[in-house]
């Protein structure tokens, strides 16, 4: 007789409770989770390469299969009722329009380049060479930001410093969500999601096409005049993009939208190709007129307009489980559609690769492009005879599919894929060098532990090193030439160094242990590393709770472990009370920053870490919060801006300079309208109780009052309980151009001097 898992669940749970109740060890019987969690391991039948489909045939005969067997399995998931809404294609075409017509009225007149900057800040980025996507981006001269409050991107002239203008103001359509900008060569890309309310699904499509990804170009050769290129749209949610010189790579994730709700019986699933194929649309400049074919509100455009099926059938890649896998696994039919676009030559048509499969992580070089994908078992499961598996073996609960991708400019091909046991945490969890590929994962079952597995060119299975950190929570890595830099954490941090340098035998050289973690580890040189995390404190529960955020600096000793002769007295210590283990890794300096609930997007947003080495300086966007104890989330006082920290190896880590954007007029005239209410003459209404005492009633009548309303309770505190009615004031990123620090927030951005800290101008952004 079956058992449904919920019910199964629960049963675990009720029998681990009890497990661990007041009841002795002798009369625990676990026998029956224990059969109940035997599984036997399942053969797989089906490799994890990709195959392509020979036809449009071809395609709707395998697609057709899956369907009808996903559909079988998954009946219960499915319910009757209305199609959703999408969004009509001639919308894109009048978007199209608007931003043509913007871009051409200019706020200034002709544009004058002048100086530079001779150092100015870049996006913090993985790779070398390969740029990731930011709201902020500097030339050197101007300043280019996405204003969410006002749906735009601005260009500010910021260099000189005597100059501080709005230069331009590009508006973005309003179904446009999360625009991340690139700069280079002369161009401005902005890449958005997007989405529709067009019925597509009343046309018969069965995939996804309410959510687009948008890729747009302008020329900024006069950036006081900038030409908008391209236009570029395609269906499915953007999900994650590089640029690597001229090319941008854009990867959108698009979900079947297969109307299951409507079949009695698999043998209703009838369909065409084109209707499960995602589409795009190209809009480029060209001055040749027979290709003018945009035209909206009777009125042409110098554009040509080409748009389509996202690629040919015969070009789409896939991985398939069989109708046995399918029932093991928890697997969502999408597509991962892969664009590249030449930013320089408009006019070259966008590459596409399409795969059927979803896409988690990327991790990307110069020449390759890395793509993962979560798979969750329920069994364990063995890979069959003529498959190429990285492993023999996989216990249940979460792997990793890996494609690899070899790339070069506009051309990109599919090289290889693997399985791997465990989930990468980010993007920093994965790493090309030599001609191998470097990857941690975390694994839940049997015990939580993280693992390294060194891949070679084909994905093939060169060393791996498991077991780190035993019952700990993966909280970062990072690799930094043959040295891999990894925290782990659950009372307190482990921070490992691991050697990679021969690839056969990589080998923990040390590990450091100290309390709270590190989310972002970013290097500072050879030997040190900066660590941004948190501080943790026991709670009243005798549970680890996240206090305030932590700036770290660790030194590697390389030359120097436990066992040496010549070690200091704190270093022996240390090594007799396991602090330290191996290579002596040093807490040079730490500082934490408030209490609970102080944070920045910085943790895990590594792209916000704006580290300027020459002047050994930090600018750190961050929401500070000082509680009146470390479990009383009763705030006493908050701040929100820039943070300038100094980090020194002779002189530690120390607060330079802070900013914020709040602007405090008023505000205090603000708490105590709001406090009015709860102010009323004192007129006791007490009654003598039975057994003696006395009862009365509030006075105000409120059965709260808030504590910032308190006549001890500072400002702040008020600002604190009210932070979201600021958010347009909280400053998102700070950009260096010479010697000027910039803080960007919605309502302006500020600007000083960072060898006096001088305030120099602000500039109001409406």
């Avoid at 269906?235 to 959108?252: E, Q």
Wanted: hydrophobic share 35%.
């Amino acid at each position: 007789m079956g058992i449904k898992k919920g019910y199964l669940r629960i049963l675990a749970l009720l029998l681990f409770t009890v497990g661990n109740s007041v009841f002795a060890e002798d009369i625990e019987d676990t026998q029956v989770i224990d059969e109940l969690n035997k599984s036997e391991a399942i053969q797989l039948d089906e490799g994890f390469e990709l195959q392509s489909f020979g036809s449009c045939e071809d395609f709707e005969t395998v697609m057709g299969d899956y369907m009808k067997s996903y559909w079988k399995n998954n009946q219960s998931r499915y319910y009757r009722g209305g199609p959703i809404l999408y969004m009509e294609d001639d919308m894109v075409m009048e978007s199209v329009a608007d931003v043509e017509e913007s871009a051409d009225s200019s706020l200034q007149s002709k544009a004058v380049w002048g100086a530079v900057a001779s150092d100015y800040s870049e996006t913090n980025t993985q790779v070398q060479w390969v740029d990731e996507s930011d709201i902020v981006k500097t030339d050197g001269k101007y300043i280019y930001y996405y204003n969410q409050e006002q749906t735009s991107v601005y260009i500010i002239e910021a260099f000189p410093v005597s100059e501080k203008k709005v230069i331009k103001k590009i508006q973005l359509p309003k179904n446009m969500y999360s625009p991340v900008l690139y700069l280079g060569e002369d161009r401005l890309v902005i890449v958005a999601g997007g989405y529709s309310d067009y019925n597509y699904a009343a046309k018969g499509y069965w995939v996804n096409r309410s959510s687009k990804t948008y890729a747009i170009v302008f020329d900024t050769t006069d950036v006081k005049k900038p030409k908008l290129l391209k236009l570029y749209v395609t269906d499915g949610n953007m999900t994650n993009s590089r640029k690597i010189g001229r090319y941008v790579y854009l990867i959108s994730t698009n979900y079947f939208n297969i109307p299951y709700y409507r079949f009695t019986d698999e043998s209703e699933i009838e369909f065409d190709a084109k209707d499960l194929i995602p589409r795009n649309m190209d809009i480029s400049k060209t001055s040749v007129t027979t290709k003018q074919n945009l035209t909206v509100k009777w009125k042409k455009f110098p554009y040509h307009v080409s748009g389509g099926l996202v690629a040919p059938c015969n070009e789409i890649e896939y991985i398939l489980p069989d109708e046995e896998t399918l029932k093991k696994y928890d697997i969502s039919p999408s597509y991962s559609i892969i664009s590249v676009i030449d930013t320089l030559n408009t006019g070259n048509e966008v590459e596409t690769k399409v795969i059927a499969g979803n896409t988690s992580e990327i991790y990307m070089s110069q020449t390759g492009l890395y793509m993962t994908d979560y798979i969750y078992t329920t069994n364990d499961f063995r890979c069959g005879p003529n498959m190429r598996c990285l492993l023999p073996y996989y216990s249940r609960g979460e792997n990793t599919l890996i494609h690899k991708f070899d790339v070069s400019g506009l051309q990109i091909n599919y090289a290889d894929s693997t399985i791997i046991p465990g989930n990468p945490l980010t993007q920093y969890s994965m790493d090309e060098s030599g001609g191998y590929f470097r990857i941690i994962t975390k694994k839940w079952s049997p015990e939580m532990e993280t693992g390294l597995y060194v891949l070679d060119h084909n994905l093939e299975l060169v060393w791996s090193l498991t077991g780190l950190g035993k019952t700990e929570d993966f909280k970062s890595s990072r690799f930094m030439g043959d040295k891999l830099y990894l925290v782990t954490f659950k009372q307190v941090d482990p921070f490992f160094v691991i050697d990679l340098a021969d690839v056969e035998n990589p080998k923990v050289l040390g590990e450091l242990k100290i309390p709270g973690y590190s989310t972002y580890l970013h290097p500072y040189d050879a030997t040190h590393i900066i660590g941004l995390g948190y501080d943790t404190f026991e709670n009243e529960w005798w549970g680890t709770q996240n206090g305030g955020m932590k700036l770290d600096l660790y030194k590697v000793h390389y030359d120097r472990q436990c066992g040496d002769t010549d070690l200091t007295t704190e270093e022996q210590k240390k090594c007799d009370t396991g602090d330290y283990t191996g290579i002596i890794i040093e807490q040079v300096a730490t500082k934490t920053f408030g209490d609970a609930g102080s944070y920045s997007e910085a943790l895990n947003n590594p792209r916000m870490f704006m580290w300027n080495a020459n002047k050994q300086l930090l600018f750190l966007p961050a929401t500070i919060y000082h509680n009146y104890s470390q479990t009383d989330y009763r705030r006493k006082d908050f701040f929100n801006g820039m943070l300038a920290i100094q980090i020194d190896p002779s002189t530690g880590i120390s607060e330079q300079f802070r900013v914020t954007h709040i602007d405090m007029v008023g505000i205090e005239a603000k708490r105590l309208e709001t406090c009015e209410k709860y102010t009323v003459q004192s007129t006791k209404d007490c009654h003598t109780l039975i057994g003696g005492g006395e009862y009365c009633a509030p006075s105000s009548g409120y059965r709260y009052v808030p504590s910032y309303c308190y006549a001890d309770s500072d400002i702040s505190e008020y600002i604190a309980a009210n932070s979201w009615n600021f958010r347009e004031s909280f400053i998102e990123r700070a950009v260096w151009l010479d010697d000027v620090v910039y803080g960007l927030s919605n309502a302006q951005m500020s600007s000083h001097n960072m060898n006096t800290w001088v305030s120099l101008w602000n500039l109001l952004l409406k």
